[in-house]
């Protein structure tokens, strides 16, 4: 396991962070103890900060006391961001949300761009160009390790050249989020290896083309599964 942080630093406002609306953010209740996964809903500089509440399929409790602390995790590009708030208010109407406190401070630490992390994830390879009938494709393939830029994928044959595009489906579960990834990317590099069995080609791809959105659930899913490695999160990304 290759991903690391760079060391602690704080933020006075979230301005800066430009964080987006609908974000996924990892909320922790210190009593009753509970952890879910929300949405940010939106934030007034110095005023305020609004999450979707807890579904009523999550097992949290619906109805938090107002006044109690949470714990609020999220990302933004590479950095990860950190804050204790007060709950506010609760409101059911238009939506349910929770309007918290403003952070009297913001912990953010970096993820280090190209850090890699291992997984074992299904996906299907495609041909970028949808007018091509290349022989083999799709193909199915192991994914071993992801970054924020690329990622390894094994195939018990060569898949093509050397700067190719291709297009990758894979699914990513951040939290109780399900994520479908349709990603394009270009191959960069091949290496096999024997095995009794026979012989495994490894495949680095590196990302390209990719939107805001897209890149801000590759960076979630990087950094649970830094926490599934450093033993923070269980294997389903649930924290222990």
């Not at 024997?194 to 890149?215: A, M, Q, V």
Request: charged share 20%; net charge negative; proline share 4%.
């Amino acid at each position: 396991m290759t991903l690391s942080l760079e060391s602690t630093q704080t933020a006075k406002t979230l301005t800066g962070l430009r964080l987006q609306i609908g974000d996924p953010v990892r909320v922790e209740i210190r009593s009753p103890r509970a952890k879910f996964t929300a949405r940010l809903v939106g934030y007034m500089e110095n005023g305020g900060i609004m999450i979707s509440a807890p579904s009523s399929t999550s097992g949290v409790p619906t109805m938090i006391n107002e006044g109690n602390m949470a714990n609020l995790r999220l990302i933004s590009g590479n950095r990860i961001c950190h804050f204790t708030s007060k709950i506010l208010k609760q409101y059911d109407q238009p939506f349910a949300y929770w309007l918290l406190a403003y952070p009297q401070k913001i912990e953010l630490k970096r993820i280090r761009g190209h850090s890699r992390v291992p997984v074992s994830l299904s996906c299907s390879i495609d041909d970028y160009d949808e007018m091509s009938e290349r022989e083999g494709l799709p193909a199915s393939a192991l994914c071993v390790d992801i970054s924020q830029s690329g990622l390894c994928l094994q195939l018990p044959y060569s898949l093509g050249e050397v700067g190719e595009h291709y297009y990758l489906t894979t699914r990513l579960r951040i939290g109780d989020i399900d994520q479908v990834l349709l990603v394009p990317v270009e191959l960069r590099n091949i290496h096999s290896s024997s095995f009794e069995s026979g012989s495994l080609f490894n495949h680095g791809f590196k990302f390209f083309e990719l939107d805001e959105d897209t890149r801000l659930i590759i960076a979630a899913f990087v950094y649970q599964q830094f926490l599934v490695e450093t033993g923070h999160l269980d294997q389903t990304g649930q924290e222990l």
